[in-house]
């Protein structure tokens, strides 16, 4: 009697512990892939940083900006003066 006690015993338990080591392999892979969906979305905000890319591109927006500024005052200038 105990050995067939004891063989319900080991079958109860197994299915368990499957079920119990493909939650923790599942509960890694969810793991593992928010700690890659974290790193993806701290990359792109660190592409998508305006200030950042101010900082490196200086000149350029400077140009760009000192440019619109000329035309403008050339434009509103234009109004005002006669032709």
């Known amino acids: 009697m105990d050995s067939i006690g004891g063989e319900k015993a080991a079958m109860n338990t197994s299915p368990m512990d499957d079920l119990e080591a493909q939650a923790l392999e599942q509960r890694n892979q969810l793991h593992d892939r928010a ?22 591109h200086f000149l ?24």
């Not at 700690?35 to 490196?56: Q, S």
């Not at 403008?72 to 003066?81: I, Q």
């Open 60 to 83: 350029v927006f400077a140009i760009v900006a000192g440019g619109a500024a000329l035309l403008s005052g050339y434009v509103v200038a234009g109004r005002f003066t006669k032709n």
């Open 35 to 56: 700690m890659e969906l974290k790193g993806k979305a701290k990359a792109a905000r660190e592409r998508l940083d305006f200030t950042k890319d101010t900082r490196d």
